[in-house]
C-alpha cells in the first residue's frame, strides 16, 4: 500500500506558468518534506513543515512555495517556472523528533518546463 | 553545519558477492544519524539503514549493515550477497537530532550477472 502518494508522477508546464504539485501521506506523520532533485545530484530540501509550522531554507527561491491544509496533504507551487526548474520533486515524511532523518518518500514528480 | 562524502561516484560487483560503499562525515554536532538511502531508476527514495551516533553496535538490516567507525567519522554500508535488483544510486546521509537530512552525492552500484 503506497503510503507517501505523489501527483502527477510526470508533469509539464510552460516557462512561466504557475504549476502545483501534490502530496499525501497514510502515515499521519508530523512533518512533511518537498525536496528537488537534479540530475545525478543529490536531493536539496526546499522547505519543511513540522505540523503547521512552516520552515524555509535560507536558498530556497522565493519562486517555490508550498501549503500544508492538513496533516495528510502538502502542495509544492511553483509561481514561474523557469528551465532551471526542470526537476525530479520529492515529497517525503518523518515522524518528527523521533529520528527525523529515518524519512518515507513518495515515487516523485518529474517536471518538465517547456 | 554538516558535510557527507561519498568518493565512489560508481561501484561495480558481480551477483552474490559483498560490497562496500564508503561514506565519510563532518560535524559539530554530539548527537546526531546516519543513514543510507537507497534510489533505484524509478526515483524513489527507499531508507536502508539507521545508524545513532551514540550506538555502541553496528547497524543491521538484512543483507545491509552499517560499518560505523566514529573516530574516523565514516559510516560505510556494506551490501551482502549482491542481487542484480540491488544496481541503484545509494545515498549516505545525516541528521543532527531534531534536525534536517544532509545528503552526500551519492555512489551508482551496478551489480553484474
Known amino acids: 500500500d503506497a503510503m507517501v502518494i505523489q501527483n502527477p508522477r510526470y508533469q509539464v508546464t510552460q516557462f512561466g506558468k504557475p504549476v502545483t504539485l501534490s502530496c499525501s501521506q497514510t502515515l499521519n506523520h508530523n512533518v512533511m518534506y518537498w525536496y528537488q532533485q537534479k540530475s545525478s545530484q543529490a536531493p536539496k530540501l526546499l522547505f519543511h513543515?513540522?505540523?503547521?509550522?512552516?520552515?524555509n531554507e535560507a536558498d530556497t527561491p522565493d519562486n517555490f512555495q508550498s501549503r500544508r491544509p492538513n496533516t495528510s496533504f502538502c502542495f509544492l507551487d511553483i509561481r514561474s517556472p523557469g528551465l532551471g526548474d526542470a526537476a525530479m520533486y520529492l515529497c517525503?515524511?518523518?515522524?518528527?523528533?523521533?529520528?527525523?532523518?529515518?524519512?518515507?518518500f513518495g515515487p516523485g514528480t518529474r517536471l518538465t518546463v517547456t | 553545519a554538516q558535510k557527507i562524502t561519498q568518493t565512489q561516484p560508481g561501484m561495480f560487483v558481480q551477483e552474490k558477492e559483498a560490497v562496500t560503499l564508503d561514506c565519510t562525515y563532518d560535524?559539530?554536532?554530539?548527537?546526531?544519524?546516519l543513514f543510507w538511502y537507497k534510489q533505484p531508476s524509478s526515483g524513489e527514495m527507499i531508507f536502508l539503514i539507521y545508524q545513532g551516533s551514540y550506538d555502541e553496535q553496528n547497524a543491521t538490516e538484512g543483507r545491509y549493515s552499517l560499518n560505523f567507525q566514529k573516530a574516523r567519522k565514516s559510516a560505510n554500508l556494506v551490501i551482502s550477497a549482491s542481487q542484480l535488483g540491488d544496481s541503484a544510486m545509494y545515498f549516505c546521509?545525516?541528521?543532527?537530532?531534531?534536525?534536517?537530512?544532509?545528503f552526500g552525492k551519492g555512489t551508482m552500484l551496478l551489480v553484474s550477472p
Open positions: 560535524t559539530s554536532d554530539q548527537s546526531y544519524g
Open positions: 546521509a545525516m541528521s543532527p537530532l531534531s534536525s534536517t537530512l544532509t
Open positions: 517525503a515524511t518523518s515522524r518528527g523528533a523521533d529520528k527525523p532523518g529515518e524519512q518515507y
Open positions: 513543515y513540522y505540523d503547521k509550522d512552516f520552515n
